[in-house]
């Protein structure tokens, strides 16, 4: 059984000016999420800026999340690292603080081989007992998790059961799910490209433009899910000048600024991530105007 179908959230992680955690802010953005009907929490992922916190304020905010959500929907925790112990460190205490399951994006800079990735991920999700989506996203980690490596770790690691692909390699993916025979949970990287993965057999997404419009995302999968790919498309479609400029700059900087502007105070960003600039601002807000969120 998939630890969730539909749109989870990639969450943001709000911050105070000083560029503390806002753990007030962080409760107010998961109830805003479960209100909008998001189907699981992604906590400290990329768009949670979990490169750039301490271990201490990883796990913190992982065991916050787990305790507001209070099992009401699945709360999937960013557990990986370049270095394979820090990544078993991280997802064991992920497991203790109460996640459902772990993502864990492919070693960074290291550049592992395919041989490499499979002892990493094998040896990660054998340190816990919850499940574990691989994340490929070569973009920004240099690697590329081939489909042969992701179907064999599904098929010999019991608790490995799908990946986050955003990849955007088409070609990749069907051979994958081509490959896969089921045993693969899959989940769209990218919020462009939600209804062409789910087409394939994606379960759903793991989604950044969530975090603004979580309603709108939910309803893109769940329309798809029950049959209605028409209406599915449609909304997919309507959404892509948004989520064009939500990725104008790098992930997690417009989110951010998205959310600023609609009051919710996510706060800053920490370097090396810096503010969004006032060009795209302003072509950002356009975009939101135009989707009805301001």
């Known amino acids: 059984m998939a630890i969730f179908e539909g749109a989870g959230v990639a969450l943001a992680t709000p911050m105070k000016a000083d560029g503390a955690i806002d753990f007030d802010k962080l409760r107010e953005l998961v109830e805003f999420q479960i209100e909008g009907g998001t189907d699981a929490i992604i906590v400290c992922g990329t768009t ?16 916050f999340v787990c305790q507001v959500v209070n099992k009401r929907i699945p709360v999937i925790a960013g557990s990986g690292s370049n270095w394979t112990e820090t990544a078993i460190y991280l997802s064991q205490e992920a497991e203790k603080a109460g996640a459902d399951g772990l993502l864990v994006v ?17 040896a990660v999700a054998n340190s816990v007992k919850i499940p574990v989506l691989l994340y490929n996203i070569p973009g920004r980690t240099g690697v590329n998790i081939q489909p042969e490596t992701i179907v064999t770790l599904c098929k010999n690691v019991e608790n490995i059961v799908g990946v986050k692909e955003a990849s955007g390699n088409f070609s990749a993916i069907s051979t994958l ?33 969530s975090n603004v419009a979580p309603r709108q995302t939910h309803e893109i ?22 989520i064009t400029e939500l990725f104008r700059e790098v992930n997690p900087i417009p989110v951010k600024a998205a959310l600023n502007m609609m009051g919710m105070e996510a706060g800053p960003l920490r370097l090396p991530l810096t503010e969004m600039e006032e060009a795209n601002q302003a072509k950002l807000r356009r975009a939101m105007e135009d989707y009805g969120l301001l």
């Open 48 to 63: 949670g800026e979990a490169s750039a916190m301490t271990h201490e304020e990883h796990i913190e905010t992982i065991r």
């Open 177 to 209: 799910m081509s490959l896969a025979d089921g045993c693969v949970d899959l989940y769209s990287g990218n919020d462009d490209q939600i209804v062409p993965l789910m087409s394939l057999g994606g379960k759903g997404v793991i989604s950044v433009l």
């Open 221 to 242: 999968c769940a329309s798809y899910l029950a049959g209605d790919v028409k209406k599915s498309a449609e909304m997919q479609l309507k959404a892509i000048p948004l």
């Open 106 to 122: 492919s070693p960074y800079y290291n550049k592992a081989t395919q041989k490499g990735l499979i002892a990493h991920f094998t």
